[in-house]
């Protein structure tokens, strides 16, 4: 992920909420590697790792459409403003970009409805053909599928360009979002896709 204009590694601010005190650090994140004051490390090391999720600075103030399903988690995705948002409880962890399917066929477009994840894998190379053409990705990180049709939440590495319609029909996940979103949603967890 470089900048367009300098060709060095683009960096997006985000917050790290922790349930406990809901105390919230500022970070730069630059594809896998924190760039952080002394002081933010420091914050950072009396927090339990697993009650620490990412949420995007300038959305933090934003809690999305709620929730729609019942259950202890559900992540909700909005097909029109190409964005995710994952509850725990009534509680907002996370909000960040995606890409869904651009929807030029039937079978690039991502299904509105309400889903469980139905499968985890942790690496799959995806392939099949759309229109009669063939594709092939290799690798494919932290997998959540959610349809029997194969569609999947799944860690992108092909594109940064969250918040456009990209896919075949799947939720492309910033690989960061991915890896976190792997870890805190188990098997059976609401998916609910919304227009």
Not at 41 to 53: K, N, Q, T
Not at 167 to 190: I, K, Q, R
């Amino acid at each position: 992920m470089l900048d367009d204009e300098t060709g060095a590694p683009r960096t997006c601010p985000i917050m790290l909420r922790s349930r406990p005190g809901r105390f919230l650090v500022p970070l730069l994140v630059s594809r896998r590697h924190l760039i952080a004051a002394p002081l933010a490390a420091l914050a950072l090391s009396a927090l339990d790792p697993r009650s620490v999720a990412p949420v995007a600075a300038q959305e933090a103030a934003d809690l999305g459409p709620g929730r729609w399903q019942a259950g202890a988690k559900e992540v909700v995705v909005s097909l029109a403003a190409q964005r995710l948002w994952a509850y725990e409880g009534e509680e907002l962890l996370l909000t960040t970009l995606v890409s869904t399917g651009t929807a030029q066929t039937y079978e690039t477009s991502t299904p509105i409805g309400q889903w469980r994840i139905l499968v985890k894998l942790p690496l799959e190379t995806m392939e099949g053909t759309i229109d009669g053409v063939p594709y092939l990705v290799p690798d494919v990180p932290n997998v959540m599928y959610f349809t029997n049709e194969g569609h999947a939440l799944h860690g992108t590495y092909w594109h940064s360009n969250f918040g456009t319609p990209m896919s075949h029909g799947c939720v492309n996940l910033p690989l960061d979002v991915a890896d976190w979103m792997y870890g805190w949603a188990p098997e059976g967890t609401a998916v609910t896709v919304i227009p």
